[in-house]
């Protein structure tokens, strides 16, 4: 009888003779129109935008995947055999062999050497020459960060992490209930100490922070000091980008979402029924429902720039958004900043372009294949 291990081996062999025969130009072809090209034909159960000239990419399906690494030419540069990785980031991406449950972290180079050894219960991606880990499990495992050596710089002490951002990371002491927020520096000195009942990332020199419950707390801003910048009034509130904060005035389902400035004004007012964070000086509003609503594109104004004309939309990146037109079901293409389609509504699902190539699924959530196409 052959062991589990052969068998394992033998699938993987499989889906790596189909994978390497697909980026040979095996696969059956796509019918795709001339305003874009396929770089990368649609072959992968999932992918991820590319990063550092590497894009994560799942062979298999969603019980027997192994997750490896292709470059912008779709050439795989990292043979598919971890069961999770996260993208590369200051040359490393983590990598998780095991399940869930049992399995450990561990990061590799870009030509899929281990320099970190699979230890970790969880790790985040290195920012500023940091990386998040946990320890332990599930239940007993704390965070702390680890060096570009795997060496802890900041010990596992907390019960919550971000990674840094800004060169500060929210740092959680308690359980996700009762527990408080605050804020670490790189040396681990609690520069902000846990007295929020939650905080997002610094983005722009300003963190959200809220203090009551998630149904009924209040939202506002904090400086890198800890003083409280723009008063907590809101019911939601999203990090600065662009110059601007999206946030909502009334409940999760009934609100309304706008804008504001770093003085706390209201530059956009609430109005919208979902709202994106700006890109590229352009957000993604829709009125009505998710269902039935549209979507448009305002900008740092609040002045509807794009028209509500489609039935979803994402933000823009390298000059185009994806939208969605034919209602819940309908086809994906690529809008530029004047609402101009400059590629046409043909796939079932779109990712933002990155290093000029935007992830594209041809297929349903299912069976469908992803792959890669320029501009």
Same mark, same amino acid.
């Given at each position: 009888?052959?062991?589990?291990?052969?068998?394992? %081996?033998?699938?993987? %062999?499989?889906?790596?003779?189909?994978?390497?025969?697909?980026?040979?130009?095996?696969?059956?072809?796509?019918?795709?129109?001339?305003?874009?090209?396929?770089?990368?034909?649609?072959?992968?159960?999932?992918?991820? $935008?590319?990063?550092?000239?590497?894009?994560?990419?799942?062979?298999?399906?969603?019980?027997?995947?192994?997750?490896? =690494?292709?470059?912008?030419?779709?050439?795989?540069?990292?043979?598919?055999?971890?069961? $999770?990785?996260?993208?590369?980031?200051?040359?490393?991406?983590?990598?998780? %062999?095991?399940?869930?449950?049992?399995?450990?972290?561990?990061?590799?180079?870009?030509?899929?050497?281990?320099?970190?050894?699979?230890?970790?219960?969880?790790?985040?991606?290195?920012?500023?020459?940091?990386?998040?880990?946990?320890?332990?499990?599930?239940?007993?495992?704390?965070?702390?960060?680890?060096?570009?050596?795997?060496?802890?710089?900041?010990?596992?002490?907390?019960?919550? $992490?971000?990674? =840094?951002?800004?060169?500060? *990371?929210?740092?959680?002491?308690?359980?996700?209930?009762?527990?408080?927020?605050?804020?670490?520096?790189?040396?681990?000195?609690?520069?902000?100490?846990?007295?929020?009942?939650?905080?997002?990332?610094?983005?722009?020199?300003?963190?959200?922070?809220? *203090?009551?419950?998630?149904?009924?707390?209040?939202?506002?801003?904090?400086?890198?000091?800890?003083?409280?910048?723009?008063?907590?009034?809101?019911?939601?509130?999203?990090?600065?980008?662009?110059?601007?904060?999206?946030?909502?005035?009334?409940?999760?389902?009934?609100?309304?979402?706008?804008?504001?400035?770093?003085?706390?004004? %209201?530059?956009?007012?609430?109005?919208?029924?979902?709202?994106?964070?700006?890109?590229?000086?352009?957000?993604?509003?829709?009125?009505?429902?998710?269902?039935?609503?549209?979507?448009?594109?305002?900008?740092?104004?609040?002045?509807? !720039?794009?028209?509500?004309?489609?039935?979803? *939309?994402?933000?823009?990146?390298?000059?185009?958004?994806?939208?969605?037109?034919?209602?819940?079901?309908?086809?994906?293409?690529?809008?530029?900043?004047?609402?101009?389609?400059?590629?046409?509504?043909? =796939?079932?699902?779109?990712?933002?372009?990155?290093?000029?190539?935007?992830? !594209?699924?041809?297929?349903?959530?299912?069976?469908?294949?992803?792959?890669?196409?320029?501009?």
């Amino acid at each position: 009888m052959k062991s589990a291990g052969y068998l394992q %081996i033998s699938l993987l %062999i499989i889906c790596l003779t189909s994978l390497l025969s697909a980026c040979n130009g095996g696969t059956p072809e796509y019918s795709v129109d001339k305003t874009c090209q396929i770089v990368i034909t649609p072959q992968f159960f999932a992918v991820a $935008e590319f990063k550092e000239g590497l894009a994560a990419i799942k062979v298999g399906d969603s019980i027997a995947a192994k997750q490896g =690494f292709v470059d912008l030419q779709g050439k795989l540069t990292i043979v598919p055999k971890y069961d $999770e990785v996260h993208d590369f980031s200051e040359g490393l991406a983590a990598v998780r %062999i095991g399940d869930e449950t049992c399995g450990k972290w561990g990061f590799i180079d870009k030509q899929g050497k281990n320099v970190i050894t699979q230890q970790f219960f969880f790790v985040g991606n290195f920012l500023d020459g940091l990386a998040l880990m946990r320890d332990g499990d599930a239940y007993t495992g704390q965070y702390g960060f680890i060096g570009r050596r795997g060496k802890n710089a900041i010990k596992p002490q907390y019960d919550a $992490e971000n990674n =840094f951002k800004e060169g500060l *990371a929210a740092i959680r002491v308690g359980d996700a209930i009762s527990g408080k927020w605050g804020f670490i520096d790189k040396q681990g000195a609690q520069v902000i100490p846990p007295q929020f009942d939650f905080v997002g990332d610094f983005s722009e020199g300003l963190a959200p922070c809220r *203090a009551g419950s998630e149904i009924s707390g209040k939202w506002g801003f904090i400086d890198k000091q800890g003083k409280t910048v723009i008063n907590l009034l809101f019911d939601f509130a999203e990090p600065f980008s662009d110059g601007i904060a999206l946030i909502r005035v009334g409940g999760k389902n009934q609100g309304k979402w706008g804008g504001i400035d770093k003085q706390g004004k %209201i530059v956009i007012n609430p109005q919208f029924d979902k709202a994106s964070r700006f890109s590229e000086g352009l957000a993604a509003v829709r009125i009505g429902d998710g269902t039935t609503g549209k979507w448009g594109f305002i900008d740092k104004q609040g002045k509807m !720039v794009i028209n509500l004309n489609f039935d979803g *939309a994402g933000g823009f990146s390298n000059g185009l958004a994806g939208v969605r037109v034919g209602g819940v079901h309908g086809k994906w293409g690529f809008i530029d900043k004047r609402g101009n389609m400059v590629i046409n509504p043909q =796939f079932d699902a779109v990712g933002k372009f990155s290093q000029g190539l935007a992830a !594209v699924r041809i297929g349903d959530d299912e069976a469908g294949k992803w792959g890669f196409i320029s501009k």
